[in-house]
DNA sequence: GCAGCCGGGATTGCATGCAGTCACCGACGC
DNA sequence: GCGTCGGTGACTGCATGCAATCCCGGCTGC
């Protein structure tokens, strides 16, 4: 049970966005420049999508960036208000509920295929990417958030793709997206952080060791506990707003 | 655990298309039409989906074809080759075995969410249409096929909003129009109808009797059960095609 | 008879024009 | 001061023009 290391997908541009780089079409380069810029938080929600001007600033026709206001729409990233053009979602504390809800048995099912398909090669990259992580929440200051959701990202990606599932893998791929931005600084807590990092490893270690059941009840639980912290993270910030506001 | 008996979504126009009734706009209006005819077999899978051929046919500009056809393509139900034109999508096995795969947990998921909130109105609604179901499948010869899939994608479907879960809705509906997709005969086949009948009835039995574990555990079931046929009943339509392509 | 080449046709992708619709804001009247 | 009304601006949605690209068929030459 081990063909190659790498898993190669066709990398799924549309749901991975892999660079800028040249794309084939306008649509698809100003599709990857709008989704980097709205999941690296430089659009926070709410920020309006007008077509016309995002045409005018990327120096290209309505058309192409009409095309990619859809597409991050159909993705879930963008809501079209009916004649206020469309705007970066947001997202409710619901619907995040109901993404997580569904990601649970997702995820774990992805770690449970990846178990039976994982690669000595594939072991090795694994702990090499904890050992990244370690890094990063290692010291009495933590990396930047960008990178720690980088790692968090890439780590989950690569067990997805490990699943050898492309529909289970691109859905993964659209859902975790949509979390990350809405899951802005909740990556600053050191805490948290290091809860997750912890986590991470049990799955490795699950998946590592071959127990496809320990692979998907540990997965579902870090799924849970992620979902946990995030509510908790949200009222705790929903709080701080209100005191705030008073000031 | 009960509100009301009708679990009032947006209908998620989108995924589930309801009619070709007037829609905001001419691109949507394309976009039921196109799908609708998809989904029915009219336009059965390799079908050219060119976007001028079908801009003259409905009478109205490329643009909103042009948007109809992405946005079917967005949905898996077409595929685009690069300068042919987009064309409907034709699954392998490969990638319906995929779905399946992600179907099952999801669907389990849903059934236990559903059993928690399930009201008296919902229960009786669900055991109205096992009579339907029953009907169409209790003479020597079987309903119409469309009425089959129609009746099963009612029954699902049902569960799926009562799951209270939008995303998960959704989700489900999208892959739940590629399989049927792939299924066009399938449903002919007596036998499989009365099991997935029969399968719906155990369903039913264990989310209207309040115990989510048995729901979980028989939907996961009818998922690979039905997985399982499919698979089967695709060998023989392989095996058939083989005879038949020497006489 | 077969291989290779070239042109016709069609298609996509992008740009742009045009009209309809609506939100927003200021002015006006009460 | 407040509510209401009208103008302005912008935006979307649709139609259409234009160039580039590529497939496919027929034709030519060997």
Known sequence: ????????????????????AIGGSLADTAYRQLRRSVLSGQRP???PLSVSALARDMGLSRSPVREA????IHDGLATHVPHRGAQVVELDRRELMEIYEVKEPLEALASRLATARFSQADVERLEAMLVE???????????E???????DRAFHSYIHRAAGNRVLCDTLAAWSSRTNLAFP????NPEYARLSVAEHHDIARAITS????EAERVTARHVRLVRTRLARWQARQAQDR???GVA
Chains 1, 2 share one sequence.
């Open 1 to 20: 049970m081990a063909e190659q290391g790498v898993v190669p997908f066709a990398q799924a541009a549309q749901t991975q966005g892999g660079e800028d």
């Open 45 to 47: 929600p709410g920020s």
């Open 69 to 72: 206001v859809q597409r991050l």
């Open 133 to 143: 992580q370690d890094r990063a929440v290692a010291g009495p200051v933590l990396a």
């Open 145 to 151: 958030e960008s990178t720690l959701m980088e790692l």
């Open 185 to 188: 600084s909740g990556w600053a």
């Open 210 to 213: 071959g127990d496809a059941d």
């Open 242 to 244: 209100a005191a705030g």
